[in-house]
């Protein structure tokens, strides 16, 4: 097991990662002294594979009354309904200020469990065990919780920090092959903004990575959870810095939106972002043309680049709703190189759109 500490200064926790941790679960918490009831939020697909029943098991074998509840998969159970629905059945169920929400599951069940623990008594301990690829290497890091609205996603939400975070790798042998390549994204992202090694070790064991070689994933899944750590510990409510790990989003957001959410994956969507994001680079001279190829076969190998994307004159529309955007001016996220960042406004956007139609063509 790898243990990545997070120094936030009101509330430090770790992040444990490792093989087989759900069904140490129990042990695990038991330094945090955690009142007698805990809910845990799960989705079918982890009851189906036995990951609800392994956390169940470890933790009332260390004396925790536990009742679960299940929501459906799918984006929609990021919404108030089941948020309401969650505080009523552990009201219900006797969870008070002292108890405990896990969230067992993808980054849907810890964005909805999250934000019932910072809401519920006004705010109650949160325990994530993340068991998508995306979630272990970016969800559950940072304490961003939220729910959707029909006018967009993520309006609705809170800054609350986890407990105590489980990514036990074994559980991404069952994740559907497009949603674990969707997470190396993210995997990808890092390791551009912020770790040329990281990039070498993905470029070298793409075939172990892509196998799901459980070593090797507990490896790069606990370097991801540090770089994102680092980030968050010096810009805890995204007040600057922490914007660096929105490269590749703002165009990602935007292909996602315009294709319609749920065409491409997020991590595709994404990788196209990247791409677009490093070519303007490489056009205003901050980053090597070699690079960018680099990213490019890699983003490949990891098969995350569909043969189609929306027009430049679409992306256009979609890019300029961005919300990071201020006062009219863009703020893009550009790279120097593989393993470096900065951000930059894009006040004249002619390179840009240089950029994009470049791409396609
Ligand atoms: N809070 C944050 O900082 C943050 C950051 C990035 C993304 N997000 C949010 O994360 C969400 C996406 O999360 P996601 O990509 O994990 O998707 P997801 O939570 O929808 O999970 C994807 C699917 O995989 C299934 N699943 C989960 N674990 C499994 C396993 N081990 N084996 C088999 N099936 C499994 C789920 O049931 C679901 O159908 C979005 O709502 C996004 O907004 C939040
Ligand atoms: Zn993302």
């Given at each position: 097991?790898?243990?990545?500490?997070?120094?936030?200064?009101?509330?430090?926790?770790?992040?444990?990662?490792?093989?087989g941790?759900?069904?140490?679960?129990?042990?695990?918490?038991?330094?945090?002294q955690?009142?007698?009831?805990?809910?845990?939020?799960?989705?079918?697909?982890?009851?189906?594979?036995?990951?609800?029943?392994?956390?169940?098991?470890?933790?009332?074998?260390?004396?925790?009354?536990v009742?679960v509840?299940?929501v459906?998969?799918?984006?929609?159970?990021?919404?108030?309904?089941?948020?309401?629905?969650?505080?009523r059945?552990?009201?219900?169920?006797?969870?008070?200020?002292?108890?405990?929400?896990?969230?067992?599951?993808?980054?849907?069940?810890?964005?909805?469990a999250?934000?019932?623990?910072?809401?519920?008594?006004?705010?109650?301990?949160?325990?994530?065990a993340p068991?998508?690829?995306?979630?272990?290497?970016?969800?559950?890091?940072?304490g961003?919780?939220?729910?959707?609205?029909?006018?967009?996603?993520?309006?609705?939400?809170?800054?609350?920090?986890?407990?105590?975070?489980?990514?036990?790798?074994?559980?991404?042998?069952?994740?559907?092959?497009?949603?674990f390549?969707?997470?190396?994204?993210?995997v990808?992202?890092?390791?551009?903004?912020?770790?040329?090694?990281?990039?070498?070790?993905?470029?070298?064991?793409?075939?172990r990575?892509?196998?799901?070689?459980?070593?090797?994933?507990?490896?790069?899944?606990?370097?991801?959870?540090?770089?994102?750590a680092?980030?968050?510990?010096?810009?805890?409510?995204e007040?600057?810095?922490?914007?660096?790990?929105?490269?590749?989003h703002?165009?990602?957001?935007?292909?996602?939106?315009?294709?319609g959410?749920?065409?491409?994956?997020?991590?595709?969507?994404?990788?196209?972002?990247?791409?677009?994001?490093?070519?303007?680079?490489?056009?205003?001279?901050?980053?090597?043309?070699?690079?960018?190829?680099?990213?490019?076969?890699?983003?490949?190998r990891?098969?995350?680049?569909?043969?189609?994307?929306p027009?430049?004159e679409?992306?256009?529309?979609?890019?300029?709703r961005?919300?990071?955007?201020?006062?009219?001016?863009?703020?893009?996220?550009l790279?120097?190189?593989?393993?470096?960042?900065t951000?930059?406004?894009?006040?004249?956007?002619?390179?840009l759109?240089?950029?994009?139609?470049?791409?396609?063509?």
């Amino acid at each position: 097991m790898t243990v990545v500490r997070v120094n936030l200064a009101h509330q430090p926790y770790d992040i444990c990662v490792g093989q087989g941790l759900l069904s140490r679960l129990g042990g695990l918490v038991e330094s945090l002294q955690l009142g007698r009831r805990v809910g845990i939020v799960t989705h079918p697909a982890c009851e189906a594979h036995g990951y609800a029943a392994s956390v169940v098991g470890s933790l009332s074998r260390v004396g925790h009354d536990v009742s679960v509840v299940t929501v459906p998969p799918g984006e929609e159970s990021k919404s108030l309904a089941q948020a309401e629905r969650l505080w009523r059945e552990f009201a219900r169920g006797g969870l008070d200020r002292a108890s405990t929400i896990v969230a067992l599951g993808g980054g849907v069940v810890g964005d909805l469990a999250g934000f019932a623990a910072a809401t519920l008594f006004r705010g109650i301990r949160f325990v994530t065990a993340p068991t998508t690829l995306l979630a272990q290497v970016d969800s559950s890091v940072g304490g961003k919780t939220g729910l959707n609205l029909p006018e967009g996603k993520n309006l609705v939400g809170a800054f609350h920090q986890p407990s105590l975070v489980v990514a036990d790798v074994l559980t991404l042998k069952t994740l559907a092959d497009r949603e674990f390549r969707s997470g190396l994204a993210e995997v990808v992202k890092h390791a551009m903004i912020a770790d040329a090694a990281l990039f070498g070790v993905l470029e070298r064991e793409a075939e172990r990575v892509l196998r799901r070689d459980a070593d090797v994933l507990e490896a790069i899944i606990a370097k991801n959870c540090a770089i994102k750590a680092r980030v968050v510990e010096q810009d805890e409510r995204e007040a600057g810095l922490r914007a660096v790990l929105n490269f590749g989003h703002t165009v990602g957001h935007a292909v996602e939106a315009a294709l319609g959410y749920g065409v491409v994956t997020h991590g595709e969507a994404v990788a196209y972002g990247m791409l677009v994001a490093t070519a303007l680079s490489v056009r205003r001279g901050l980053c090597a043309e070699a690079d960018a190829q680099r990213l490019e076969a890699l983003l490949r190998r990891f098969e995350l680049i569909p043969a189609n994307y929306p027009s430049p004159e679409l992306l256009e529309t979609y890019i300029l709703r961005d919300k990071k955007m201020r006062d009219g001016v863009l703020q893009f996220v550009l790279t120097l190189g593989v393993g470096s960042v900065t951000l930059a406004p894009v006040s004249d956007r002619t390179d840009l759109w240089e950029a994009l139609h470049g791409l396609q063509a």
